[in-house]
């Protein structure tokens, strides 16, 4: 079964990948740099203190932060150096078959020294599922913006894909686990401003 896994994650990485083009390279190395979201973040902190006045405001923002910084803990602390599996850049079966955007700076020489040597799970698609859910959940009325929220995650999970970073399960499990952790602070967000 692990093995079936392994086929599907390097020959999706490898579609992916096939259809690269110096835009698209430079397009979704920026996509995943965190200060190109800031206008939008700021718009989503307007909108919670908006939405819920200024004290619920604060207390939305704050848990949507614990959010936040409670996936990309379990991520990279917990889940990360428990299964260590290397980044498809990192993997030699399909290495040499990969194209890789100048901007990451991969090359044969620096193949082993660049980011984070696991990939498993994906914390930007973790990070942004959880953000997206927690959204929806606690502005479900702003429909352009969880619209805006799910395209960007859907982007995002992609990127991670296109740029070689991550294989398609660990994009998955990142949605999966940001989603559920989303939902579980948003229920106690919940019961908080009762």
Not at 95 to 111: C, P, Q, S, V
Not at 122 to 129: C, D, P, Q
Not at 174 to 185: K, M, P, W
Request: overall charge positive; proline content about 3%.
């Amino acid at each position: 079964m692990f093995e079936l896994f392994t086929l599907f994650d390097n020959e999706s990485v490898l579609a992916i990948n096939q259809f690269h083009h110096d835009w698209l390279d430079t397009f979704f190395y920026y996509l995943c740099k965190s200060w190109v979201w800031i206008p939008l973040y700021v718009y989503v902190i307007w909108q919670l203190m908006t939405t819920y006045g200024v004290k619920k405001g604060i207390i939305a923002i704050a848990f949507l932060a614990t959010t936040v910084g409670a996936q990309d803990y379990v991520c990279n602390k917990i889940i990360k150096p428990s299964f260590e599996r290397a980044r498809p850049f990192r993997n030699e079966e399909i290495h040499h078959k990969l194209h890789f955007a100048k901007e990451l700076g991969i090359t044969e020489t620096k193949m082993h020294e660049t980011g984070s040597d696991f990939g498993f799970y994906s914390a930007h698609a973790g990070n942004f599922a959880a953000l997206t859910f927690f959204l929806l959940l606690a502005l479900p009325r702003h429909r352009t913006l969880n619209t805006v929220f799910i395209l960007s995650t859907v982007l995002i999970g992609f990127a991670r894909i296109y740029l070689c970073l991550h294989y398609p399960t660990d994009v998955l499990t990142g949605f999966i686990i940001g989603s559920i952790l989303a939902y579980t602070f948003h229920k106690t967000f919940q019961f908080v401003i009762r």
